[in-house]
């Protein structure tokens, strides 16, 4: 049982690179979302989904996109990396409209922007 | 600022001690959450809390909402090895339930 699947795992950026980091879930959950993982910041929320075609940012969106042309897939797109961008980087997914739903998270992807 | 902060960001104690983590925010929360992370791994969730003044205990952990839902607490008792991990509450805010916040985490260290 797969879950939530991130890729890739590690990836190292020049600043001003582009890149794309993939999320995919089969658990058939309308609600998809991203979150940047820094040291004493816990969990910052960049942009969630509550179903295809519904996208909406979170507490910090900037220099990211987003789209969801599907139910399985949310991808997260760095149009031109920043150093400040160098952080680990969370898909989570659940059932949309239930405040008390299960976050279930992927295992991470580590960015480095150089 | 971060509209759910956590406190202490760090603490390490011995085997047998008791400890209790607080979550609070100025924001109204429908629900909050308690998840855990070990290192190399997405935060799993612990427990959720729906009314205000509720408290909910799984085993050695007791986890209370605050009465106004602007506050949580987690308290362990008698804190083992394996409880050593991050600590991070998330609440659903009361206007947009779809957006889950998380605290700024508590990093737990628990020695034998």
């Known amino acids: 049982n797969a879950g939530v699947t991130q890729t890739p795992k590690f990836q190292v950026l020049k600043t001003g690179q582009s890149m794309t980091l993939q999320c995919a879930q089969d658990?058939?959950?309308?609600?998809m979302s991203w979150y940047r993982q820094d040291p004493g910041m816990g969990l910052r929320l960049i942009h969630y989904s509550v179903g295809a075609g519904i996208t909406d940012q979170g507490e910090v969106p900037n220099g990211y996109n987003v789209s969801r042309s599907t139910t399985e897939d949310f991808p997260l797109r760095l149009l031109s990396a920043a150093p400040s961008q160098t952080s680990v980087y969370f898909c989570a997914s659940k059932l949309a409209g239930l405040n008390t739903g299960e976050l279930f998270f992927g295992e991470g992807s580590r960015l480095t922007v150089l | 600022t971060q509209l759910l902060e956590q406190s202490p960001q760090f603490l390490s104690i011995q085997e047998g001690e008791n400890l209790t983590v607080y979550c609070n925010s100025s924001?109204?929360?429908?629900?909050l959450q308690w998840y855990r992370q070990e290192p190399g791994e997405g935060p799993v969730l612990l427990v959720t809390v729906v009314t205000g003044g509720e408290v909910k205990k799984l085993k050695r952990l007791t986890f209370q909402f605050g009465d106004a839902r602007k506050d949580s607490s987690l308290h362990i008792t008698a804190a083992q090895p394996g409880d050593t991990g991050l600590y991070l509450c998330?609440?659903?805010?009361?206007?947009?339930?779809?957006?889950?916040?998380f605290g700024t985490g508590t990093r737990l260290q628990v020695f034998p």
């Open positions: 998330a609440g659903a805010l009361a206007y947009n339930t779809d957006k889950l916040i």
């Open positions: 924001s109204v929360f429908s629900s």
């Open positions: 658990m058939n959950h309308e609600y």
